[in-house]
């Protein structure tokens, strides 16, 4: 299985510490050595980064992990290949353009005699089931809303998809359009809400520490989605099995 990680902000936070951790999970701390990637959303445009190496050895990772841009929606994603070679085309996060906006997609998973039919301009260019799915998802949403829904909206369609593919298998998967960030968890999902009073963390999977505090003011809020908790001292809320939420300005929002 795949490793993920999301970051969702109320204003533009780097992922250097999350993704410090996040990386090691890529060929040292775990198996998952079939490429990774990254995607920063900044407005209304995206930073793309994918490498079909592993991410603790990735030179692109260093760069990521050396680099702090800054963002309010962040989606990683770090490979186990199970349907697909390890190639590039094959790394997610994956990003297609609807409504005039980036949408970005990881997938943490197998979905299994997963074939649907694609009949729009949402095409795989790798050989994922991922892949497959993203662009599936993409041609509903086109098929139900003529533009960019608002999020309640956008999410109440999604409650309708999500199962249609999460019935194939495991679907855990992340979505975002720069407005708002989708979690979906068949198997394993986690979540943390980082808000004021700040407290210093340590990392799980590399021996790091940070106080936000230092780092952050009062009104500053961010919310962290990952595979399994990425810190050993903070308390992670684990999502239930078929559950979808959706996070806004670093909350999850009620459905």
């Known amino acids: 299985m795949c490793q993920l990680l999301g970051m969702n902000c109320n204003t533009p936070t780097d992922v250097t510490f999350s993704f410090a951790g996040f990386a090691q999970r890529g060929g040292r701390t775990d198996h998952h050595a079939d490429g990774w990637g990254i995607a920063f959303f900044e407005g209304r445009g995206a930073r793309l980064f994918i490498d079909k190496e592993p991410a603790c050895d990735s030179p692109v990772a260093e760069l990521i992990r050396r680099y702090p841009i800054k963002s309010r929606h962040v989606i990683s994603h ?7 070679a390890v190639m590039l085309e094959n790394c997610h996060p994956f990003v297609r353009e609807l ?3 980036y949408w970005v997609f990881a997938h943490n998973g197998d ?9 729009g301009h949402f ?3 790798g050989s994922t089931d991922s892949e497959q799915a993203f662009c599936w998802l993409m041609q509903e949403l086109d098929k139900a809303h003529a533009s960019v829904p608002s999020v309640p ?18 679907f855990n998967m992340l979505l975002s359009n720069g407005e708002a960030l989708w979690a979906h968890a068949s198997t394993k999902l986690c979540y943390i809400v980082r808000q004021h009073p700040f407290a210093t963390a340590r990392l799980a999977d590399e021996d790091l520490a940070v106080n936000f505090a230092e780092h952050t003011t009062p009104d500053d809020r961010v919310a962290v989605v990952a595979t399994t908790p990425l810190t050993s001292d903070e308390a992670w809320t684990p999502f239930a099995p078929g559950e979808l939420k959706v996070f806004q300005d670093g909350l999850p929002l009620a459905i």
Do not use: S
């Open 78 to 84: 770090i490979r186990k290949a199970t349907y697909g």
């Open 99 to 101: 409504w005039g906006r």
């Open 111 to 119: 979905l299994h005699g997963y074939a649907p039919t694609l009949h």
């Open 123 to 125: 095409r795989p260019v």
């Open 153 to 170: 909206e956008m999410t109440r369609t999604l409650a309708e998809l999500v199962p249609q593919v999460a019935r194939f298998g495991t």
